[in-house]
């Protein structure tokens, strides 16, 4: 067992507390409070009155499809010989000796979905994995986590200039339909033939249908690269002439349309909001976002699309959000419990609760507020995988 005291501790379940203690067993938190039942022969972490807190949780990356400093070697996360790629899987394009993951892990952020990137109109699975191993199918927390689908300018510049669709925002809408329709006749002749074998014939396999099998059954929601408003709108309207789950990824308009997206209840993954507007469905990137949709009423997440904002800055840039009026308590729900619960792993981690996996950061100072904070010691499943030195 493992004791941690002396901090206090942000459960992200309820209050703070001042100065409290967390226990873990077997990789799972026990208990947490001002005082635990601890046994004497715990090994004692002494947060040293520094902040006890979840780990972060990133919604939306391409961490370890896309690797640092290798250029085309590591670029593992489009696969542009076909618009329409659901039958490719994350899982494996992802690389976890990519330095990237000891950059995360050491400055906090314990969990990441990643997957695809947005060339294609539709580009396969993301996953959700912890950060810290060397074997991603013993990291995996949830697989498959959504189904990658792009709209805008990435899908029309990467085929329109080859003269093949999309070569404009209603080709990469027809495109989805296309697979859509297909999608729903393939799953309906495949649950008639189950039902009734001897009067229904099963249908030839298809791998790319039966990659989205677990869209059209709920199990899994879409998760739309939208920028402009227009495509956030398409999205939705595609979604519900399917019937399917989405996820609004990007959301760079949605403070434009914030009320109407409160009203659709599809939450909302902002960013990545650091760094230059490098491309025009870009100009109205504002930091303002992650606060008008809140005060809407929308449900959010903070992302840093990593590599285009390293992973180790998620909380800098909930704490940029937070300086451009987003209350405190929800930039720490944005990057904490808030993409747990949309990403459907809230179970394991976001919070500081009994039963959940043991994903723990102790900081002097604290993320969100101070550049110069620094990370103590990050633990995942309970393992204390860094440490400060000196």
């Not at 027809?174 to 014939?201: C, F, G, I, T, V």
């Not at 100009?283 to 949709?293: V, Y």
Request: hydrophobic share 40%; proline share 6%.
């Amino acid at each position: 067992m493992i004791l941690i005291q002396n901090g206090r501790i942000k459960t992200m379940a309820g209050p703070d507390i001042p100065q409290g203690q967390v226990l873990i067993d077997g990789g799972k938190i026990v208990a947490v409070g001002e005082t635990v039942n601890a046994p004497a022969e715990a090994q004692v972490i002494d947060a040293a009155g520094g902040l006890v807190a979840p780990g972060f949780v990133d919604a939306h990356c391409h961490i370890g499809l896309d690797e640092e400093a290798i250029g085309f070697e590591g670029a593992d996360y489009n696969e542009m010989t076909d618009p329409v790629t659901p039958q490719m899987r994350g899982i494996d394009g992802l690389n976890p000796m990519d330095e990237a993951f000891f950059d995360a892990y050491s400055h906090g952020v314990t969990t990441a979905v990643t997957g695809p990137g947005s060339a294609n109109v539709v580009g396969g699975t993301f996953l959700a994995v912890k950060l810290w191993g060397k074997r991603v199918d013993d990291m995996v927390v949830k697989n498959p986590a959504a189904m990658k689908i792009a709209w805008g300018e990435n899908p029309k510049r990467c085929y329109g200039g080859q003269k093949k669709a999309p070569m404009t925002r209603m080709g990469t809408a027809a495109l989805l339909r296309e697979l859509l329709a297909k999608s729903q006749n393939y799953m309906e002749e495949l649950d008639a033939w189950k039902q009734d074998p001897e009067n229904h014939k099963k249908p030839a396999y298809d791998q790319k249908l039966e990659a989205m099998l677990p869209v059209m059954r709920h199990e899994i929601p879409l998760k739309s690269h939208a920028h402009r408003a227009d495509d956030i709108f398409t999205s939705l309207r595609v979604a519900k002439e399917f019937g399917l789950d989405i996820t609004l990824d990007h959301c760079t308009d949605g403070h434009l349309i914030a009320q109407e997206l409160a009203e659709e209840g599809r939450p909302c993954l902002v960013g990545p909001t650091l760094g230059n507007k490098s491309k025009f469905e870009l100009k109205e990137k504002s930091w303002d976002t992650p606060r008008a949709l809140v005060e809407a009423g929308a449900k959010i997440a903070i992302i840093t699309d990593a590599p285009v904002i390293p992973l180790r800055y998620l909380p800098l840039c909930a704490g940029l959000a937070m300086q451009a009026g987003l209350p405190e308590e929800e930039a720490w729900k944005a990057v904490t419990i808030n993409p747990a619960e949309i990403v459907g792993i809230s179970s394991r981690v976001g919070s500081l609760e009994s039963g959940k996996d043991a994903d723990i950061v102790i900081y002097q100072g604290d993320p969100l507020r101070d550049v110069q904070c620094k990370t103590l010691a990050t633990l995942i499943d309970g393992r204390l995988v860094y440490q400060a030195q000196g």
